[in-house]
């Protein structure tokens, strides 16, 4: 894992936090879900199933670190 990862700690993201992959920068923002995967909007990071993978380059979930505010 790296810095700025959640560690895989799903109680350490809060519900509505974006998280941008490591690998290729895709962004998954809960309030959008994932269509590739159909997840549905408004479902947070830490809801999503086990095997989920980025939707754009397949890195696993904890490739993905929380973006933080601008």
């Known amino acids: 894992m790296f810095e700025g990862s ?3 700690d799903g109680s350490r993201i809060a519900e509505d936090a974006r998280l941008e992959c490591g690998i ?3 962004v998954y923002d809960p309030a959008e ?3 590739v995967w159909q997840i549905a909007p408004g ?6 199933p086990d095997h989920w993978s980025c939707p ?3 890195a696993p979930r904890h490739k993905f670190m929380v973006v933080g505010d601008a």
């Open 56 to 58: 754009n380059c397949d």
């Open 24 to 26: 290729c920068w895709h």
């Open 33 to 35: 879900g994932d269509e």
């Open 6 to 8: 959640y560690l895989g």
């Open 43 to 48: 479902t947070p990071f830490s809801a999503l």
